[in-house]
């Protein structure tokens, strides 16, 4: 079963504050001579050396000079940038506005061929209309306390997502019915959302499966929202922050957990009687047309 997605980002800090420790024993320091040598307190020495507080770039440098050892500064930077990357509070990606959020994935989306993405509560953000994702960012800027751009995050992610439409990449997504339940902005709104669904669904290079709420055959309990991209980069979403996963044993476990919830899905036909029936439970819904 998939571990805490945060454990690459604490495995990769550790990593860090294993080979500064390597470096204090190999100068033949300890805690207290090197923290004195920094002009530090001996606690945020402690800190740094046992993961609990990642070093800035200056206490690396700074490390690494009283460790005689300036060579491996900008490596260990490196490093520590990296593992600090892999876990991301949302508030602080979102500073600059959620607008902004949307356009940092392009550079990361043009890279990406093959996009595998399972939710178990919302329509996936490639497949998202307008309508729905304003409501999406609007409940999350208000949960966050960030400033509510969400008109304009909105279209951002519209314009995003015009790459499932580009030759040369493949979109595999998996949702449990579920998703298609929750209702976000008004019944039109849903509405259109669930009529997007079955177009978008019928495009060449996106393979839409619904996981039904009542099948027997569930092998695996809802997971988060994560994304697979290519081979490379696993990304969970959580309720405050995004978890990157790029540790091959971990990618591949969450590929192993994506091939277990496609098994238990459902295709063509039967996924889109699913999102019609979603569509005509709706309270006064304006129906799309889904012939």
């Known amino acids: 079963m998939p571990v805490s997605p945060s454990?690459?980002?604490?495995?990769?800090?550790?990593?860090?504050?294993?080979?500064?420790?390597?470096?204090?024993?190999?100068?033949?320091?300890?805690?207290?001579q090197l923290a004195t040598a920094c002009g530090w307190s001996h606690s945020k020495a402690s800190r740094i050396e046992n993961a609990k507080t990642p070093p800035s770039a200056v206490?690396?440098?700074?490390?690494?000079?009283?460790?005689?050892?300036?060579?491996?500064?900008?490596?260990?930077v490196a490093l520590s940038?990296?593992?600090?990357?892999?876990?991301?509070?949302?508030?602080k990606k979102a500073r600059t506005g959620l607008r902004t959020l949307q356009a940092s994935y392009l550079q990361l989306f043009h890279a990406t061929r093959f996009f595998r993405v399972y939710s178990p509560t919302?329509?996936?953000?490639?497949?998202?209309?307008?309508?729905?994702?304003?409501?999406?960012?609007?409940?999350?800027?208000?949960?966050?306390g960030i400033p509510d751009d969400s008109v304009d995050a909105a279209a951002a992610r519209a314009?995003?997502?015009?790459?499932?439409?580009?030759?040369?990449?493949?979109?595999?997504?998996?949702?449990?019915?579920?998703?298609?339940?929750?209702?976000?902005?008004?019944?039109?709104?849903?509405?259109?959302q669930l009529g997007h669904l079955l177009t978008a669904g019928a495009l060449p290079a996106v393979?839409?499966?619904?996981i039904p709420m009542r099948t027997e055959a569930r092998r695996l309990w809802p997971q988060e929202i994560f994304h697979i991209y290519d081979d490379t980069l696993a990304s969970v979403e959580l309720l405050s922050a995004e978890v990157n996963i790029s540790q091959p044993s971990e990618v591949a476990l969450y590929e192993t957990a994506f091939e277990e919830l496609r098994s238990m899905a459902v295709y063509g036909a039967a996924a889109r009687t699913l999102v019609v029936e979603a569509i005509e439970a709706l309270p006064s819904a304006q129906t799309p047309d889904v012939a």
């Open 7 to 32: 454990s690459s980002a604490q495995t990769a800090r550790e990593g860090v504050a294993r080979q500064l420790r390597e470096l204090r024993q190999d100068a033949g320091l300890t805690l207290v």
């Open 59 to 76: 206490d690396i440098v700074a490390w690494c000079r009283a460790c005689a050892a300036d060579g491996q500064a900008a490596d260990l």
């Open 81 to 91: 940038r990296d593992a600090e990357t892999m876990y991301q509070e949302w508030r």
């Open 122 to 144: 919302l329509v996936p953000g490639l497949l998202q209309t307008e309508g729905y994702t304003r409501a999406l960012l609007a409940s999350n800027a208000r949960l966050l």
């Open 159 to 192: 314009e995003r997502s015009q790459i499932i439409h580009q030759a040369g990449r493949r979109f595999v997504f998996v949702i449990e019915e579920s998703a298609l339940r929750y209702q976000l902005g008004s019944s039109d709104d849903m509405a259109a």
């Open 207 to 210: 393979s839409l499966g619904i």
